[in-house]
């Protein structure tokens, strides 16, 4: 599982040629259409064992285009592929990056723990991130495009998150939020919307997500964060215990969180 990587050269080449309709490189493909996840995609053409329209191929980021024909171990593969999202319930402690020198634990590998085989071997990407110790929900799909779409400030995806304060809120302090605030950086943040749930605790939802954004709002207006949840994203509610998921319909990802999945081709 990883995250998106910048397209090579000739991959933006060819889809300013043909309008990025079909072009695309092998093990990202496989890693798509829920072959084999990317890394293992990478070592399999690299041993020899995948063949690309009738030859072998052992070039990862070699070119693939919708009519392409390949095969693993022999065996003929589809390389046809749908949008595939879905809702995981991140717990504490784990990254949401993919490197992880440290050893700490990332979404990736708590993800895979509690997916099905056949949901183990694609290649997920996480849809922006959650901080280690922030719990909640997060999104995960095989589909770059959504990713762009969902992370996107212009999509103005609403994303609301519930956060447990160090010092007594108040309506003066949540106030400047509404507005919109400096941040540390002297960014100016959007208004979000923002509102009291008992002494300790504010429900905020952002159109946007910078780095930490919550957390330097809310120090911002003298509130530090004790500890924070996400509860949904677009119109999605999080319905999973921690650390459980579930596979989106394309009814919900087109309803609730306004993106058109790609149909199976
Ligand atoms: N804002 C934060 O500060 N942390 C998160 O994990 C998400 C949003």
């Given amino acids: ?20 309709a079909s072009a695309d490189w092998l093990s990202r493909a496989l890693a798509r259409a829920g072959v084999m996840p990317l890394q293992e995609a990478e070592q399999a053409i690299r041993a020899g064992r995948v063949r690309l329209d009738a030859r072998e191929e052992k070039e990862p ?23 595939r999202v ?18 700490i634990g990332t979404v990736f590998d708590a993800l ?16 922006g991130r959650l901080d280690r110790d922030t719990t909640g ?8 495009k959504f990713v762009a779409h969902a992370t996107a400030p ?14 007594k809120v108040t309506d003066t302090k949540l106030e400047p939020l509404r507005r919109g605030v400096k941040l540390d950086d002297g ?10 749930r008992g002494d300790d605790s504010v ?17 911002v207006v003298g509130l530090p964060t004790l500890a924070l949840h996400r509860e949904a994203v677009g119109l999605l509610e999080l319905d999973v215990a921690v650390g459980a998921y579930r596979e989106l319909s394309d009814e919900e990802v087109k309803a609730k969180l306004h993106f058109e999945p790609r149909a199976s081709t």
């Fill in 187 to 196: 960014e100016l943040t959007r208004p979000a919307k923002a509102k009291a």
């Fill in 203 to 219: 429900e905020l939802v952002l159109t946007e997500g910078r780095f930490h954004q919550v957390k330097r709002m809310l120090n």
């Fill in 86 to 103: 879905l809702q995981f319930h991140k717990p504490a402690g784990v990254v949401s990056h993919g490197s992880d020198p440290e050893g």
């Fill in 1 to 20: 599982m990883a995250r998106p990587k910048k397209p090579p050269r000739w991959l933006e080449a060819a889809r300013a040629r043909d309008s990025g």
């Fill in 154 to 167: 212009a999509t103005h995806l609403p994303k609301r998150y519930v956060a447990k304060v160090g010092a």
């Fill in 112 to 127: 895979r723990a509690a997916l099905p085989a056949e949901l183990q071997r694609f290649g997920w990407h996480a849809v």
């Fill in 137 to 144: 929900l997060l999104l995960f799909t095989n589909d770059e």
């Fill in 61 to 83: 980021m070699a070119p693939v285009h919708a009519h392409s024909k390949a095969s693993l171990d022999g065996r003929p593969l589809s390389l046809a592929w749908r949008t």
